[in-house]
């Protein structure tokens, strides 16, 4: 390896360290108290790298918010192989939740949320990128059950946001204003119950 290609390794590498240390900074103390020197300092690099690298705040937290991007989604392959609805919906909210907390992204939906009025752009883009990306996502995994014959036929548009919502209603609020908010124990009965309810209006 030639020397352009270490400083390129290097560089990268603490583009890495930054981005890393940049989210754990903005999920636990949101967008108005994260320091970048502490940022810096988590990362392992000075002050100065770090502004080489991001031209301000506002820079890095939009990357980190690009870069979430890529965390936000429903895996399809459960509609296509699951045996029954249940066990489909019930994968589902299991994935959306893993997502939700184990990413860190109910962390940073509360940062985006906090510099909206501010910054209205992050939280349109958050918003059509991530939040709609997601129901779209939930739209065309019940497509897949209707396809099946695992669910009858209906406006999954309508149902995809009736099911997201009980989901979120039990888990992604109540953690939205709460950081200490931990997942209760009946967390698998509240899915079933969702699951059921939802079955009752939509189930084959």
Same mark, same amino acid.
């Given at each position: 390896?030639?020397?352009?290609?270490? +400083?390129?390794?290097?560089?990268?590498?603490?583009?890495?360290? %930054?981005?890393? *240390?940049?989210?754990?900074?903005?999920?636990? !103390?949101?967008?108005?108290?994260?320091?970048?020197? =502490?940022?810096?300092?988590?990362?392992?690099?000075?002050?100065?790298?770090?502004?080489?690298?991001?031209?301000?705040? =506002?820079?890095?937290?939009?990357?980190?918010?690009?870069?979430?991007? #890529?965390?936000?989604?429903? /895996?399809?392959?459960?509609? @296509?192989? *699951?045996?029954?609805?249940? =066990?489909?919906?019930?994968?589902?909210?299991?994935?959306?939740? !893993?997502?939700?907390?184990?990413?860190?992204? !109910?962390?940073?939906?509360? #940062?985006?949320?906090?510099?909206?009025?501010?910054? /209205? =752009?992050?939280?349109?883009?958050?918003?059509?990128?991530? $939040?709609?990306?997601?129901?779209?996502?939930? $739209? @065309?995994?019940?497509?897949?059950?209707?396809?099946?014959?695992?669910?009858?036929?209906?406006?999954?548009?309508?149902?995809?946001?009736?099911?997201?919502?009980?989901?979120?209603?039990?888990?992604?609020? /109540?953690?939205?204003?709460?950081?200490?908010?931990?997942? /209760?124990?009946?967390?698998?009965?509240? %899915?079933?119950?969702?699951?059921?309810?939802?079955? @009752? +209006?939509?189930? #084959?």
């Amino acid at each position: 390896m030639g020397l352009e290609g270490y +400083r390129r390794r290097v560089s990268e590498s603490k583009r890495k360290s %930054i981005m890393e *240390a940049a989210g754990a900074e903005f999920q636990d !103390n949101g967008f108005t108290h994260a320091a970048m020197a =502490e940022i810096a300092r988590k990362a392992d690099v000075s002050t100065a790298t770090l502004y080489k690298h991001f031209g301000s705040k =506002e820079e890095l937290f939009s990357s980190i918010i690009e870069a979430s991007y #890529a965390g936000i989604g429903i /895996p399809q392959s459960a509609a @296509a192989e *699951a045996k029954s609805a249940k =066990e489909a919906l019930t994968i589902a909210a299991n994935d959306y939740l !893993n997502q939700q907390f184990g990413s860190g992204i !109910n962390a940073l939906m509360r #940062a985006v949320i906090s510099e909206t009025s501010g910054v /209205p =752009e992050v939280g349109k883009d958050f918003l059509k990128r991530g $939040v709609h990306q997601r129901t779209k996502d939930l $739209v @065309a995994y019940l497509d897949q059950l209707v396809e099946r014959n695992l669910l009858k036929p209906h406006d999954t548009k309508a149902s995809a946001l009736q099911f997201g919502g009980m989901v979120k209603e039990s888990f992604v609020w /109540p953690a939205m204003f709460d950081p200490n908010f931990k997942m /209760p124990s009946n967390k698998d009965a509240i %899915i079933e119950n969702a699951v059921e309810t939802f079955l @009752a +209006r939509y189930g #084959a």
